[in-house]
Nanobody, 127 residues
Framework: VQLQASGGGVVQAGGSLRLSCAAS????????IGWFRQVPGKEREFVAA??????????YYIDSVKGRFTISRDNAKNTVYLQMNSLLVEDTAVYHC???????????????????WGQGTQVTVSS
């Protein structure tokens, strides 16, 4: 499956952005999808994940984005979204989406659990 992330940009603190992860080649609903972010000099950090549709599209978030970010999928558009509200300066990073199959609950936060990655999209939050 090929993934294309988009929607990044520059926004002031408190603003919102919606990232998209569009897939081609395969039906995205069959995959577990994760969003990760990375800043220079640091490891890639898990942000959110959504289980495949056959597992009720259950969602997971890191604590720092709970209540601010929402991950969702639109199977008709073969796309997963990350709605980011109340953005903070510390949310600044390159955001990547990734797809994996048959992930177990304990593995959603590990980048190595995912088989396919899209290119990143830059999110910059200014103060």
């Amino acid at each position: 499956v090929q993934l294309q992330a988009s929607g990044g940009g520059v926004v002031q603190a408190g603003g919102s952005l919606r990232l998209s992860c569009a897939a081609s080649g395969r039906t995205l609903s069959a995959y577990d999808i994760g969003w990760f972010r990375q800043v220079p000099g640091k490891e890639r950090e898990f942000v959110a994940a959504i289980r495949r549709s056959s597992r009720s599209s259950t969602t997971y978030y890191i604590d720092s984005v709970k209540g601010r970010f929402t991950i969702s999928r639109d199977n008709a558009k073969n796309t997963v979204y990350l709605q980011m509200n109340s953005l903070l300066v510390e949310d600044t990073a390159v955001y990547h989406c990734a797809a994996g199959q048959n992930l177990i609950t304990s593995s959603y936060g590990r980048a190595g659990s995912y088989d396919y990655w899209g290119q990143g999209t830059q999110v910059t939050v200014s103060s």
